[in-house]
C-alpha cells in the first residue's frame, strides 16, 4: 500500500478546518492546497492512504475521510517520532521548516520515503540540520547548485476562489495583513500612492487584518483613495477580487511564496505582482503584470489598457494550464520521476 504523508506544521493551535467532520464539506470550505493535494492523489490512484501529521499535547480523536473507498487521515501526536510506530510511506512532504521535521529527518532517514522539503520565508532551506531528498521550491531564485531543487506548483481550491459574474467597483484589491507589514509592502505602495497623482485616482479595497493601522499610513502618506474592508472570509474576499480589475501583491523576500498570488489568478483577477515576489515563471505567463520598484507606476497604469486580453488569457488558463487538477498533476509527476 502506497502511503503519502504530510507533516504540516508544528503549531499546536486547531485551524479553522478541522471543525469539518465530513468530506464533501471539508473539500468545499477548505481553503489550504496541501490538504486538498491529498484528496486528488488518492481519487487518481496515485495514492491508497494520505495522512496528515499535527502535533498537541493531549489527546484528539483522528478525523478520517472515505475517499472512494480509500482513507484520508488527519492525526495528531505529542512528538512526531511516534509516527514511525506507522508502516514507511511512498513520500513524506514536509511543510514549514521547523526544528521538528530536521530531527525527525536525522533519527529516521530511510523510514520516512522519498523526503519533500518546502520552507517558506527564513527557511527555505533546513536551517536545523535535517537531510532530505528533494527540495521544492517556489521561485526559481532560491535554486541552489548542489542540491536535488525541484519546482512546487501551488494553487488555490476552486470551490472557494473562483470567477464569478459581478460588476467590477474597484480598480485594484490589495489582500495584505498588516501584522505582516514589514514583508508585505504596505508601505512601499502607500509612498508610491501619496507621490502620484495618476494613483491617487484609483479605487483601491483592501482586505485585511488591523485597518486601523492601515488609515493611520495612510494618513501619513496623504492617500485617501484605500478603502479599509479588514478581515474578511475567502468567500468574501473572492467577491471583492471578482469586483476588481486586478489583485496585488507587493511582497518582498523576507516573505515565502505568498498563496495570495495564486488565489487571485484562480478567481479570475489579473495580477500585479513586485518581482521581489516569490512566485514561478509559470504563472507570470497567464494575467500577470510584473513591477519593480522603478517602474511600478507606468507599469501599473500600462496595465489598465490590456486588462481586456489580460482578463482573456487569465480565463483560458484557469481552465487549463493552471486548472487544479494540472497544477496537481505537474507535481506529482515531478515527484515520482525524480
Not at 486586478?246 to 479570475?268: H, Q, W, Y
Not at 516569490?278 to 494575467?287: A, H, I, N, S, T
Request: hydrophobic share 35%; with cysteine; charged share 25%.
Amino acid at each position: 500500500m502506497d502511503s503519502f504523508w504530510l507533516f504540516r506544521s508544528n503549531l499546536k493551535n486547531f485551524e479553522y478546518y478541522h471543525k469539518y467532520k465530513e468530506l464533501e464539506e471539508f473539500e468545499k470550505k477548505c481553503h489550504d492546497y496541501y490538504l486538498l493535494l491529498g484528496l486528488w492523489l488518492l481519487r487518481n490512484d496515485h495514492i491508497d492512504k494520505f495522512t496528515v501529521w499535527r502535533l498537541s499535547d493531549n489527546p484528539i480523536p483522528d478525523i478520517n475521510f472515505n475517499v472512494d473507498g480509500k482513507l484520508y487521515s488527519q492525526k495528531w501526536v505529542r512528538d512526531f517520532n511516534e509516527t514511525m510506530r506507522q508502516p514507511s510511506p511512498k513520500f513524506s512532504l514536509f511543510r514549514g521548516g521547523f526544528p521538528e521535521y530536521d530531527a525527525l529527518t536525522l533519527k529516521y532517514p530511510d523510514k520516512l520515503g522519498i523526503k519533500l522539503y518546502l520552507g517558506t520565508g527564513k527557511r527555505i532551506y533546513p536551517k536545523y540540520g535535517g537531510k532530505y531528498d528533494i527540495y521544492l521550491q517556489e521561485d526559481k531564485g532560491d535554486f541552489v547548485e548542489g542540491r536535488n531543487c525541484l519546482p512546487f506548483y501551488k494553487t488555490a481550491s476552486p470551490e472557494v476562489f473562483h470567477p464569478v459574474e459581478t460588476k467590477i467597483k474597484y480598480d485594484i484589491c490589495w489582500p495584505a495583513n498588516f501584522t505582516q507589514h514589514k514583508y508585505k509592502g504596505q508601505k512601499f505602495f502607500m509612498n508610491v500612492v501619496g507621490h502620484c497623482p495618476k494613483l491617487k485616482r484609483l479605487k483601491i479595497v483592501h482586505c485585511g487584518n488591523n485597518p486601523e493601522v492601515g488609515r493611520k499610513m495612510a494618513k501619513q502618506f496623504n492617500v485617501s483613495n484605500i478603502e479599509f474592508v479588514g478581515s474578511v472570509d475567502r468567500s468574501k474576499l473572492n467577491m471583492y477580487l471578482n469586483q476588481s480589475k486586478f489583485g496585488l501583491v507587493l511582497s518582498n523576500k523576507n516573505d515565502g511564496c505568498p498563496r495570495i498570488a495564486t488565489e487571485i489568478l484562480m478567481a479570475g483577477t489579473p495580477l500585479i505582482i513586485r518581482k521581489t515576489t516569490r512566485l514561478l515563471p509559470y504563472y507570470k505567463q497567464y494575467g500577470v503584470v510584473g513591477v519593480n520598484d522603478n517602474n511600478i507606476i507606468p507599469n501599473i497604469m500600462g496595465a489598465f489598457t490590456k486588462w481586456n486580453k489580460l482578463k482573456l488569457d487569465l480565463d483560458r488558463a484557469i481552465k487549463k494550464e493552471l486548472s487544479f487538477n494540472t497544477i496537481c498533476q505537474k507535481n506529482i509527476d515531478l515527484w515520482e520521476s525524480a
